[in-house]
């Protein structure tokens, strides 16, 4: 039986869960629409799917996207927008969004306030470097440990390897720290199959090194991890492998392992690194660049240990799960012969310049209508986003015929308008397409724009830079902020909008 399925829409789990979330999700945003506007008329109406990104951007993208969903959080907030979390149906993060991603759905969905108090603050005052301060030689042989025994396994291990296992020291309790967590067993956490969260994607990016390639390239293939599957929707692969059986050697989808398939490959520590890989961006560059010398420095150190470095340790390595599969979904480009190739090399998600992690909703299988798009790229010198990375997204869209995007202008709009620095809504008068909610960084209430290359926050830092992000979340406590979504939200519906949405929609909505 074969383990890879073509991408000819949802694998019967995710379809499954979406239906069974979908019934809870509006439930939950029924309340909330009640609860921001009795103007609203919501009865007998089909309300639509919603979904929340949260870019790459290391520390700064994983606090300031932790404050707006704390913001949107009823269990954790009471603001305009607090309850909207429980409306989402899907949820995805890449770099940095994917840390905040993987440490929220692998401690099974806390609040953002219990993980900042119960782990983060403690463990980013002690930084990436030294984990656990004065236990860091202890947990470094720890590390070293756990990569030498993959290894010694016949398994690929490369730079990503260590430094998946020394961020899981920060998102992850003790005294395992997500040694024996993987992304496919959050299937059987109770929020999860209690259909109470949103279902959770980590975005990444494949390098063609059978080109010459050491970085993605504009076209780079995007991945996408799941619960459920492992794959890609472009046409280059367009096939989906069980995430449970990463790791397994396959011939046209077919295990060719001797002793069967392999499982717990997909270890969520290991995922979040692939998604926040940047070796490869950083090999030859100084202290300035996504990773400090002295991080370089260590990671290499430790897997000096197992094995000799090579130019293949940039990359986080995968037996090619589409090795010799043919996809009728798929379109054969002779450049880009994916499927001829043992082994796949993935990179940090946001290297291609699409640091917004939206390519997985585009999929016209999921149906998102509604988007919250949390972008805290570092585009300028001072660390800010201005507009780039969704702007990339929406001109790959176009060149993919992905057509639910809805038109973004250029980033000297961004700037001119300040569309940079506040709320802006997108597709407003594009019924057809998807309604995209951006929430850009941006300095409410604390300097939130530190750099990629800080890998040590203070408690305070790490309380302010969530506060920030909750201002985001709420426009900086801006209580028409909630009832203006409200009806960017029901515009997608088919029922009658209060007058005072045109307000709203004069506000917020770009129109170019």
């Avoid at 290391?58 to 300031?64: D, F, I, W």
């Avoid at 979390?85 to 306030?113: C, E, H, K, M, V």
């Avoid at 992905?402 to 620095?421: C, D, H, Q, S």
């Avoid at 300097?447 to 790490?462: F, M, R, V």
């Amino acid at each position: 039986m074969s383990l890879v399925r073509d991408a000819s829409g949802l694998c019967a789990h995710e379809y499954e869960f979406l239906a069974k979330r979908k019934g809870k999700a509006d439930a939950a945003l029924r309340k909330w629409l009640s609860k921001t506007s009795d103007l609203f008329d919501i009865e007998n109406i089909e309300l639509p799917t919603i979904g929340l990104t949260t870019s790459g951007g290391g520390y700064r993208s994983m606090l300031t996207g932790a404050g707006v969903i704390q913001g949107m959080d009823e269990r954790d907030s009471n603001g305009s927008t607090s309850g909207l979390f429980q409306a989402f149906s899907y949820q995805s993060g890449l770099s940095g969004g994917g840390w905040l991603l993987s440490s929220f759905a692998g401690n099974n969905y806390p609040t953002i306030s219990k993980l900042q108090e119960d782990l983060w603050e403690e463990a980013l005052q002690n930084g990436l470097v030294t984990p656990e301060n004065g236990n860091a030689p202890d947990i470094y042989k720890q590390v070293f440990a756990d990569v030498a025994a993959k290894d010694a396994a016949g398994f690929d291990t490369t730079l990503t390897d260590p430094y998946g296992r020394l961020l899981s020291y920060q998102f992850f309790p003790g005294p395992a720290y997500g040694a024996n967590l993987t992304f496919s067993s959050v299937v059987k956490l109770s929020n999860f199959t209690d259909y109470a969260v949103p279902f959770p994607i980590i975005v990444s990016l494949g390098v063609k090194t059978f080109n010459g390639e050491s970085l993605p390239g504009p076209n780079a293939t995007i991945y996408e991890f799941t619960p459920f599957e492992f794959g890609s929707w472009d046409s280059d692969v367009s096939a989906f492998v069980q995430t449970k059986y990463l790791g397994t050697s396959m011939t046209s989808g077919n295990p060719t392992n001797e002793s069967g398939c392999v499982i717990n490959y997909d270890n969520l520590g290991y995922i979040l690194g692939v998604s926040s890989n940047v070796f490869n961006y950083a090999a030859g560059s100084t202290s300035g660049s996504l990773l400090t010398t002295e991080l370089l420095t260590e990671v290499k150190s430790t897997l000096n240990h197992v094995h000799e470095a090579a130019t293949e340790d940039l990359f986080a390595v995968f037996s090619n799960p589409f090795y010799g599969y043919g996809s009728a979904t798929m379109v054969l480009n002779t450049a880009n012969l994916i499927t001829e190739q043992e082994k796949l090399h993935l990179v940090d998600g946001g290297e291609a310049l699409q640091n917004n992690p939206i390519w997985p909703m585009l999929q016209p299988a999921r149906d998102v209508d509604v988007l919250f798009v949390n972008d805290n790229s570092a585009d300028t010198t001072d660390n800010w986003p201005n507009g780039t990375e969704i702007l990339t997204t929406y001109v790959q869209a176009f060149n993919h015929d992905w057509t639910r995007m809805p038109y973004i202008p250029e980033v000297a709009t961004f700037i001119k308008e300040g569309l940079n620095k506040r709320a802006t809504i997108f597709g407003c008068d594009e019924p057809d397409k998807m309604t995209i909610v951006y929430l850009p960084n941006s300095a409410y209430t604390y300097p939130s724009n530190k750099g990629t290359a800080k890998l040590q926050y203070s408690k305070t830092e790490t309380r302010k830079i969530i506060e920030n992000g909750m201002a985001v979340a709420t426009q900086n406590g801006n209580e028409a902020w909630g009832a203006c979504l409200g009806c960017a939200i029901l515009r997608k519906t088919d029922t009658k909008l209060p007058q005072s949405c045109d307000i709203c929609f004069k506000k917020y909505c770009y129109r170019a």
